[in-house]
């Protein structure tokens, strides 16, 4: 809805009325806080909360998707990073790199420039949005508003309910005493708001369905997850492969048990095992899925407790579920025997549990030093996997 011949900006929809975008250039202004200079970075006061009030109803007032869109692409493109400051910094610190391979300058002077490249590149309106957020209603709006630019890139509208935790809730029977439920497990936690997609929101999830399942069950004391492991099967056929192919010969298995699934087998074990693994067939057998357990066991907890991204466990869910605090608490044989289940992870499940006292302290532990806090079960098995296979 705009006039005849009018961009989306031309005019905006204001209180229920039509403004000129002159009013949305003049409430941005207000609203968008000037960024100090770097050496006042800690000192700036806060814009007043009534301008950023005024920011969010403005945005709330405008109904057509062209015109949200476009006022934001009006504040990345005026009120975010000064590309000519940038520019200037990136050159100042290529210098300064050259003058300390020649031992010109003193380490410090280094470390200052990059640290003002950083500051030059945080776009000026992330000073609003953090104001924002700290407003009544503010998070709803930002992640609407980042749905409205999820939704603007992609060219279309796609319309969702608001964030929730999904959880799977079965209600005691009648004749159970709700007492005497004392754990919780949660199999998945799922995002459906469209805005929220690539957030972190896992501790935030996790504490909030906590107390509301606390609330109906005062005597809750384990809490824990049931998660898949997706990537095991792929990593176990990629190092039986690298392995074959750079040694003539596979050093997960010990002699005993090469031996145990040859037998079963009737073929050598990494090309056997590298047909087998990609489909739920061999889980048909038990003889195979018996003397399977104690090298996929401890190939697995490996695999979750030892496989490292940048110094980080390499498996996804873990990874997730460790920065939230939870302890690596037990690996459980064919857990899932779903096709899925058994292609992603050859039927493994592993449990990460949350001692709510301790998820502070695990989170820092593994966020500021990469540790890995694991139950008896899993260290067990990471033993057993530096005794008996070799990478």
């Known amino acids: 809805m705009r006039g005849p011949g009018l961009g989306p900006l031309a005019h905006l929809v204001w209180g229920g009325r039509w403004a000129p975008c002159g009013a949305m250039e003049e409430l941005l202004s207000r609203a968008v806080p000037r960024r100090p200079v770097y050496e006042l970075r800690e000192k700036s006061p806060a814009p007043v909360e009534a301008q950023c009030a005024e920011f969010v109803r403005f945005y709330g007032g405008l109904r057509e998707p062209a015109q949200r869109a ?7 493109g005026a009120f975010g990073v000064d590309h000519g400051e940038v520019a200037a910094h990136s050159a100042n610190l290529l210098l300064l790199r050259q003058q ?31 104001h ?31 964030v929730r935790a999904i959880v799977k809730e079965f209600s005691a029977p009648e004749t159970e005493d709700s007492n005497k439920i004392v754990a919780a497990i949660f199999y998945s936690i799922s995002l459906t708001q469209q805005g929220l997609q690539g957030v972190e929101l896992g501790t935030f999830l996790i504490k909030r369905v906590v107390k509301e399942l606390q609330t109906e069950f005062p005597h809750l004391t384990t809490f824990s997850s049931l998660s898949p492991i997706p990537g095991f099967t792929k990593w176990l056929l990629g190092t039986l492969s690298s392995q074959t192919k750079e040694l003539g010969r596979n050093e997960l298995f010990t002699d005993s048990e090469s ?13 056997t095992l590298k047909v087998l693994l990609t489909s739920n067939e061999w889980v048909k057998s038990e003889k195979l899925v018996k003397v399977l357990q104690a090298p996929l066991m401890r190939l697995c907890a490996w695999y979750l407790f030892g496989e490292k991204h940048r110094g980080f466990a390499l498996n996804p869910v873990a990874n997730f579920h460790l920065q939230n605090g939870a302890v690596m608490w037990r690996i459980n044989w064919m857990a899932d025997t779903s096709f899925k289940g058994i292609t992603a992870s050859c039927g493994l499940m592993v449990n ?40």
């Open 70 to 76: 476009a006022l934001l692409d009006r504040l990345a």
């Open 100 to 130: 300390q391979q020649q031992q010109q300058r003193e380490p410090g002077a280094l470390l200052q420039a990059e640290d003002r490249l950083r500051y030059a590149l945080v776009p000026r309106y992330r000073g609003l949005f953090h």
């Open 132 to 162: 924002i957020s700290k407003l009544d209603g503010g998070l709803p709006f930002l992640v609407n508003l980042r749905a409205d630019l999820l939704e603007s890139q992609a060219l279309k509208m796609v319309e969702g309910p608001q």
């Open 259 to 271: 031996q145990e699934i040859s037998g079963v087998t009737g073929g050598p074990v990494a090309e």
């Open 352 to 391: 990460y549990r949350y001692f709510l006292e301790e998820t502070a302290a695990n989170s820092a532990a593994y966020l500021g030093t990469k540790h890995i806090k694991a139950s008896e079960q899993v260290l067990n098995l990471v033993s057993q996997f530096q005794k008996n296979s070799k990478l």
